[in-house]
């Protein structure tokens, strides 16, 4: 079993990341804002989408921190509260702004995110071992097909 480990030092890099992090499944405890180092951390349960094809969907246990944070913003959930709800993250986005500035945005389903006002992308994901099967992919047609009937769209 290979473990991932990737780094983000710009928005492209980031990208990769977020790419890899899509459809994970944490609670909002698994977050934590550590002041006083300005990093921001998650441990998530990521669908492994580089598994090979025909085998078994998989999860991996994964840790992601986020360096040189200025400051936290969120939206729909608090950051290590404890709950028994689920969040899905759907996407890591990056807004620049004064340059190497800007904010990383955690776009969660449901309509939560959390903002990070970074000095700079700086971000660290790693595989922590842990690997189990699941019982199905992500539908991302489906869930597209069920805002679009929640919104009054067709899909």
């Given at each position: 079993?290979?473990l991932l480990?990737?780094?983000?030092?710009?928005?492209?890099?980031?990208?990769?990341?977020s790419?890899?992090?899509?459809?994970?499944?944490?609670?909002?405890?698994?977050l934590?804002?550590?002041t006083?180092?300005?990093?921001?951390?998650?441990?998530?349960?990521?669908?492994?989408?580089s598994?090979?094809?025909?085998a078994?969907?998989?999860?991996r246990?994964?840790?992601?921190?986020?360096?040189?944070?200025l400051?936290v913003?969120s939206r729909?959930l608090v950051?290590?509260?404890p709950s028994?709800?689920?969040?899905?993250?759907?996407?890591?986005t990056?807004?620049?702004g004064?340059?190497?500035s800007?904010?990383?945005?955690?776009v969660f389903?449901?309509?939560?995110?959390?903002?990070?006002d970074?000095?700079?992308?700086e971000?660290?994901?790693k595989?922590?071992?842990?690997?189990?099967?699941?019982?199905?992919?992500?539908?991302?047609?489906?869930?597209?097909?069920?805002?679009?009937?929640?919104?009054?769209?067709?899909?």
């Open positions: 079993m290979e480990k990737l780094a983000a030092l710009d928005a492209d890099d980031l990208a990769v990341v790419a890899h992090l899509q459809d994970a499944i944490l609670r909002a405890e698994d934590a804002y550590l006083d180092t300005h990093r921001f951390v998650l441990v998530a349960r990521r669908f492994d989408w598994a090979d094809d025909g078994a969907p998989r999860r246990l994964t840790g992601v921190h986020f360096e040189r944070v400051g913003r729909g950051p290590g509260a028994e709800t689920p969040l899905e993250l759907l996407a890591v990056f807004t620049p004064e340059a190497p800007g904010t990383a945005t955690l389903a449901g309509n939560a995110a959390i903002q990070l970074l000095e700079c992308i971000v660290r994901m595989d922590l071992g842990p690997v189990w099967e699941v019982d199905g992919r992500p539908d991302h047609e489906a869930a597209a097909a069920g805002r679009a009937a929640v919104e009054g769209h067709n899909a």
